[in-house]
């Protein structure tokens, strides 16, 4: 049976576990979610663990057998999944009441009825009983904070906009930007509930300014490992602000709003 993470080896212990979320939410318009695991000497990081389908801690360790830290760039589903499956759980504080309701999964588990969907899940899940489950917060997350994983550490930005505690990891020494929800080659949502377009935009700007990236690693889609997509992101989110981009669609009954920029769009409310 085919695992439903699908792992590729980005760097030297590091390595990209995707889901395919555009199967079970296509409205996304994003085809994975990503989950990234960054090994050290001592422990391992997993940002972010998913759709909590499947046995993700299996996959883990097929790669590591070294202790797992959880790093969730933030609480929406999606990203948070398979928390449960692991021990060790952090979060930026901001978002920890945000994270402590259980999410509502019923609109995805009638889309599992799909023989499509069904056909793309693990041959031994239940549809009928999926739920995210909230696994207790082990660390609060700042601004700044320091992961240390042993000859390889992670540096914690607070980057909210997507959402109010949303945060991305640095691996400074090698280059190495998770950025999670806040920059992706595809859609980016600054819409939700929670959401904030100036202080997203402020956060692509940060991110865009800082030395030595070479690779972004988004939340979802494909590895980016042009460094300039940071800028060209951050110069977009202004040019929307300001109502300077052309808007490409807008969806009333949700309130939103898109900003086409060809190899990426973002979204603000209306």
């Known amino acids: 049976m085919m695992?439903?993470?699908?792992?590729?080896?980005?760097?030297?212990?590091?390595?990209?576990?995707?889901?395919?979320?555009?199967?079970?939410?296509?409205?996304?318009?994003?085809?994975?979610?990503?989950?990234?695991?960054?090994?050290?000497?001592?422990?391992?990081?997993?940002?972010?663990?998913g759709m909590g389908i499947g046995n993700l801690r299996e996959e883990i360790r097929q790669l590591t057998a070294l202790p797992v830290i959880v790093l969730n760039t933030h609480y929406h589903w999606d990203h948070t999944g398979?928390?449960?499956?692991?021990?060790?759980?952090?979060?930026?504080?901001?978002?920890?009441?945000?994270?402590a309701p259980e999410p509502e999964m019923s609109a995805y588990r009638r889309a599992m009825e799909s023989p499509d969907v069904r056909a793309a899940l693990p041959r031994d899940f239940d549809p009928a009983t999926y739920r995210?489950?909230?696994?207790?917060?082990?660390?609060?997350l700042c601004d700044g904070d320091v992961i240390d994983l042993g000859a390889r550490s992670l540096r914690a930005i607070h980057t909210p906009g997507h959402s109010p505690g949303h945060?991305?990891?640095?691996?400074?020494?090698?280059?190495?930007?998770?950025?999670?929800d806040t920059a992706i080659r595809g859609p980016n949502y600054a819409?939700?509930?929670?959401?904030?377009?100036?202080?997203?935009?402020?956060?692509?700007?940060?991110?865009?300014?800082?030395?030595?990236?070479?690779?972004?690693?988004?939340?979802?889609?494909?590895?980016?490992?042009?460094?300039?997509?940071?800028?060209a992101l951050a110069d977009a989110a202004d040019a929307a602000l300001r109502g300077d981009a052309r808007i490409a669609q807008t969806n009333a009954l949700l309130k939103r709003q898109q900003f086409d920029f060809g190899a990426f769009s973002i979204w603000f409310p209306m």
């Open 82 to 99: 398979a928390n449960a499956q692991f021990d060790d759980i952090a979060l930026n504080e901001i978002e920890l009441d945000l994270y």
């Open 132 to 140: 995210i489950i909230r696994q207790p917060i082990t660390r609060k």
């Open 167 to 180: 945060t991305a990891f640095f691996d400074e020494a090698r280059g190495a930007l998770f950025t999670a």
């Open 191 to 231: 819409c939700f509930p929670g959401s904030d377009p100036r202080a997203y935009a402020q956060s692509v700007r940060a991110l865009s300014e800082l030395r030595g990236v070479k690779t972004i690693l988004p939340g979802h889609d494909e590895v980016v490992t042009d460094p300039n997509f940071l800028r």
């Open 3 to 49: 695992p439903f993470q699908t792992t590729t080896r980005v760097t030297e212990n590091t390595y990209r576990l995707a889901e395919p979320i555009g199967i079970l939410a296509p409205q996304f318009g994003v085809k994975t979610v990503n989950m990234y695991l960054v090994v050290g000497t001592e422990r391992a990081a997993l940002i972010d663990s």
